[in-house]
């Protein structure tokens, strides 16, 4: 008799078009850097800022948005910040003042970003156990969709539209695609008859399905292996978040073309998609914890390369180191976190972790704008940048077996 075609399938879909929106939009922040600089006169501290707040609220709902996928599900909760994030972006065409860029982008598109991968992460965790690191990958080859397109569309809306104008068709698409895709998202395959994976009806934890053990969110946020996962975290995001808002200004002020910067960006976005499948599939073979120091030594290794570059070729080739790392960094940290805590509050772990990630992510950009402006230099910022990925390589480093994830050891 044929299989029946797993539903879980769609969710792994609506995730990739989620994640290809979301990010890909994020990415184009460093796209419009110059636009603010040069019609608006403000400083790049100040125009980190509003990433960075983006970032921080980005977080914060998160958190939120992942306790409520536990109990309602996705399909609500992406409706909401699709909504708060074509709105944000739709308005930013009328951008005059600083408050308003923290108000829109910080405010607004920070609420729009908090549900892209608590959300789909979170979902993609209970469709399937088995192959979670495998299909986590395939969603955040998404991710690495947009950030290979969206930068390059955006600048291409920029050059023929204005700045402004293409603020508005980006909202106006963002909206629309984010509201029709949350239509296919349900919370888990129990509320549709089904098990996860595809399986045969046969009781959860019996057959050749792996047993999985749920961890109460008040207990696994007293253990030492949870707060060691946040602080590696925080130092992947500000690393990486650095770089996102940071290369392309960078790459122009050497004098590279605004184009040829942003392909840079988009560089480390479509190398991403290699990472994120390359390491999704590791981490269900080889497991987190090895997977994520794989990752912080192939960061290191872009990093000090970065050190040196001061050609074009030199930087598209740390991004596609960076991009690597990046991509795997991204897929590999929602499998862990289920493996050590299990699926029963893993929504909320989950956007605890990312919350950690995203104070990094908030604090780097806004550090590396500010360093920029006292020095006129990013030197100091990309040295820092590898002080940062030595500890969290060294955290991850210390990482207990999943076994011992209960004991707080």
Not at 90 to 114: C, E, K, P, R
């Amino acid at each position: 008799m044929k299989a029946r075609y797993f539903y879980g399938y769609n969710i792994v879909a609506a995730g990739f078009a989620i994640q290809a929106v979301v990010v890909g939009t994020m990415f184009t922040y460093g796209v419009f850097f110059k636009n603010f600089q040069s019609d608006l006169g403000w400083s790049r501290a100040t125009i980190s800022c509003g990433s960075s707040l983006a970032l921080l609220i980005m977080g914060a709902v998160g958190i939120i948005a992942g306790k409520l996928n536990d109990r309602i599900g996705p399909r609500v909760l992406i409706v909401a910040s699709g909504v708060s994030l074509g709105l944000g972006y739709l308005l930013m065409s009328h951008l005059q003042a600083v408050w308003q860029l923290y108000l829109l982008y910080g405010v607004l598109v920070g609420i729009g970003f908090s549900t892209h991968d608590v959300i789909t992460l979170s979902t993609v965790t209970r469709w399937f156990v088995r192959r979670r690191g495998m299909m986590s990958g395939i969603v955040k080859v998404g991710t690495g969709a947009g950030q290979l397109l969206v930068p390059l569309i955006a600048t291409a809306l920029i050059a023929v539209y204005g700045w402004r104008n293409a603020y508005l068709i980006i909202g106006a698409l963002t909206l629309m695609t984010l509201v029709a895709v949350a239509q296919i998202l349900r919370r888990d395959p129990q509320g549709m008859g089904l098990h996860p994976d595809g399986d045969s009806n046969e009781p959860y934890g019996t057959g050749t399905r792996p047993k999985e053990r749920d961890m109460p969110q008040r207990a696994a946020v007293r253990t030492r292996q949870f707060w060691t996962i946040c602080v590696a975290e925080f130092s992947v995001f500000f690393c990486l978040l650095t770089i996102i808002v940071h290369i392309v200004p960078h790459a122009t002020d050497m004098g590279i073309p605004q184009v040829t910067a942003a392909g840079v960006l988009s560089t480390i976005g479509g190398v991403s998609m290699l990472g994120r499948f390359v390491m999704g599939a590791a981490n269900d073979k080889i497991g987190g914890k090895r997977s994520l120091i794989i990752c912080f030594v192939v960061l290191l290794c872009g990093l000090i390369w970065l050190q040196f570059s001061g050609k074009a070729w030199m930087l598209f080739l740390f991004a596609v180191i960076c991009g690597f790392a990046h991509g795997g960094f991204f897929t590999v940290i929602s499998p862990t976190v289920a493996d050590l805590f299990g699926t029963g509050s893993h929504g909320v772990l989950f956007g605890i972790v990312l919350f950690s990630g995203t104070i990094g992510g908030s604090v780097g950009p806004l550090l590396a704008g500010h360093a920029f402006d006292v020095t006129g230099s990013y030197q100091i910022v990309f040295l820092m940048l590898i002080g940062l990925a030595v500890m969290g390589l060294a955290l991850i480093t210390l990482l207990l077996s999943q076994r011992n994830a209960g004991t707080g050891r």
